[in-house]
Each structure stands twice: as structure tokens, then as C-alpha cells.
């Protein structure tokens, strides 16, 4: 993916304190696809989508799954958000 433009992290609505404010997701351009394609720095998950809007809605709606999360935190040698 050489023709990817990142265009944004998105910051998600305020949730109770034992998780977190802000998950990074990013919402980038892929112009060799002609796709945006949005993914979560803390799951992993992403997705490819048409419409900049559904791309949007994705990245403020995502929920990561906790457990997948701490895996990867584990073998990142990171701490689970």
C-alpha cells in the first residue's frame, strides 16, 4: 500500500473512566484501491469502505474487544488500555 494518505486519528465520545477517551483509528485514503480504510491501533480490527462518511461512522462507533486488546498488548510488550 504505497498510495495510502492518512487523513485523521479520530477521538471517540467520552466513556467512564476504566476505559479510555481516545482509541486511535485512523481513516486513510488507499488510492491503488480507491477505498478508505479505517483501523484501530489498539485491536487491530479495520475495515475498507466506499464513503468517506461510512468510514467515519466506523472509526466513532468501533468498540474493541478487550480481550484481543490485552493479547496484543502482551505480545506487543505494551499496556492494555
Do not use: F, K
Not at 476504566?18 to 475495515?47: F, I
Request: hydrophobic content about 45%; proline content about 7%; overall charge negative.
Amino acid at each position: 500500500m504505497t498510495n495510502v494518505i492518512p487523513l485523521r486519528p479520530v477521538r471517540r465520545p467520552r466513556r467512564p473512566a476504566a476505559r479510555p477517551g481516545l482509541v486511535l483509528v485512523s481513516v486513510e485514503w488507499d488510492e491503488g484501491r480507491g477505498l478508505y480504510v479505517t483501523a484501530c491501533a489498539r485491536c487491530c480490527e479495520s475495515a475498507t469502505l466506499h464513503h468517506l462518511a461510512d468510514a467515519d461512522t466506523w472509526a466513532e462507533t468501533h468498540h474493541c474487544d478487550p480481550e484481543l486488546a490485552a493479547l496484543l498488548a502482551v505480545v506487543l510488550d505494551q499496556v492494555a488500555a
